[in-house]
């Protein structure tokens, strides 16, 4: 073999050295698999191509967990994983799926809702992958996702990104983005058929509310609120002075616009008979002028360059060196959606949800989100699901 | 249907380009370019093979 040749296939294997391990992390980040250990009130799990062939057993398929009462009553669905980058909606949505036991009606928890979106992470600016989250008996592992669909299972994108029907012009990436895709329709994008799927699920399921949780950055103003469609806003009203009044925390409405299209708290009131509403937690990990993007900064909602953007009155809410740690974000969003249970059941009496077993907000921020999170290697197989 | 012959093209466009890449590092003479031809392959080997 001539010296060339030696030094070609040392270059080569100094290649395959860098590809190979970038490689096998790009593969595993996407099929990680996320473990849920079923709460003894999870009666079912369907998948949402149970409602739509057009996503079953894609990436836009994801998996729906029932919790019915023994008493009849009326359906709430609550969504986390819209944005999989804003995790306090997933994790809340966990602590629901692991924890709630209903006694009236039924409950629908959804924990990906844009499962493709969960299998990325945003180009270019250094995410993590994935992060833990310490739990009493070890930790828990989650993929960190992005905002948009992964552009593996929907691409190319538009150069503007026609809304459906609305026809209104919407930024091109937005058409993976499962928040400005609602209510979609069944010839459409992969993003557009998952929300023309969850549509169909709210019909034949006779959703009374639909929860979508969410977190902002400090520099957004639609931040620390619940987001209403006008048949909500009492509801969202009665839920905010509640909160605010009651768990010690303060958390807005804001009116769903009419002309924005897209967007759950819009659509799913606009084409259903459901309230829908949406929640939004500080997160100063979105911020852009954040430091280091860590899954330390993600977990601690500490930066001291968003600190510094707040001195200069750049932020919508308050931030200092405590920051916006996630068990803060998590219990903001389960004493949120277990208030709208309430305040719902209690102004619509015949189709009420009655659940429990949920921490409320002093409960997380006291013991962790961990602390809710059971062992997946303790529980019975049948019990344990993956996201 | 029209976005699955613009992934076929881009991909097709992907698989020319490695090839391309590939031919100038068998032709190459110099260490520099070749460890320069290795790198900007990587990217499109990944792509290639759906890893992202």
Not at chain 1, 363 to 384: F, I, K, M, Q
């Amino acid at each position: 073999m001539s010296a060339d040749s030696i030094r070609k296939a040392v270059v080569v294997l100094l290649g395959l050295a860098v590809a190979i391990p970038a490689g096998v992390s790009f593969y595993r980040s996407r099929r990680m698999a996320e473990p849920v250990v079923l709460s003894p009130g999870v009666t079912e799990v369907r998948t949402l191509g149970e409602y739509f062939d057009g996503v079953r057993g894609t990436a836009g398929d994801c998996s729906l967990y029932f919790l019915r009462g023994k008493e009849p009553g009326g359906t709430v669905l609550v969504l986390g994983g819209t944005h999989p980058e804003e995790p306090a909606g997933r994790l809340a949505a966990w602590l629901f799926a692991e924890n709630a036991q209903v006694d009236r009606g039924t409950l629908i928890v959804v924990l990906s809702a844009n499962r493709s979106a969960t299998t990325v992470t945003r180009p270019g600016a250094a995410y993590p992958d994935s992060f833990a989250i310490p739990t009493p008996w070890g930790e828990r592992r989650f993929r960190m996702g992005d905002r948009w669909s992964n552009p593996l299972d929907q691409w190319p994108d538009p150069e503007v990104f026609i809304h459906y029907p609305s026809r209104q012009a919407l930024a091109y990436v937005d058409v993976r983005n499962l928040n400005r895709t609602w209510p979609g329709r069944p010839n459409g994008t992969l993003t557009e058929k998952a929300c023309y799927a969850f549509m169909q699920l709210i019909r034949r399921e006779r959703v009374d509310v639909a929860v979508d949780l969410h977190e902002a950055e400090l520099q957004y103003p639609v931040i620390s609120t619940i987001v209403a469609h006008e048949r909500g806003q009492e509801l969202a009203t009665l839920v905010s002075m509640t909160l605010t009044d009651m768990e010690g925390f303060k958390i807005g409405t804001e009116f769903s616009p009419k002309n924005l299209h897209g967007l759950s708290h819009r659509e799913i009131g606009d084409h259903s008979d459901a309230v829908s509403l949406l929640f939004e937690a500080p997160q100063p990990f979105l911020d852009a002028t954040r430091g280091k993007t860590t899954a330390e900064v993600l977990l601690s909602g500490r930066d001291e360059f968003v600190v510094k953007a707040g001195q200069h009155g750049l932020l919508f809410e308050k931030i200092d060196e405590k920051g916006w740690p996630i068990d803060v974000r998590v219990g903001r969003h389960t004493s949120s959606v277990l208030q709208t249970l309430e305040s719902w059941s209690e102004s619509s009496p015949a189709r009420g949800v009655v659940c429990r077993g949920v921490p409320r907000y002093a409960e997380v921020v006291r013991n962790g989100t961990g602390y809710y999170l059971s062992d997946p290697s303790a529980a019975p197989p049948p019990r344990v699901r993956f996201e | 249907m029209l976005e699955f012959l613009i992934a076929a093209c881009y991909y097709a466009f992907v698989a020319w380009i490695v090839v391309l890449m590939v031919h100038n590092l068998v032709k190459s003479r110099s260490w520099e370019r070749e460890i320069l031809y290795v790198i900007v392959l990587l990217p499109f080997v990944l792509r290639l093979l759906r890893l992202k």
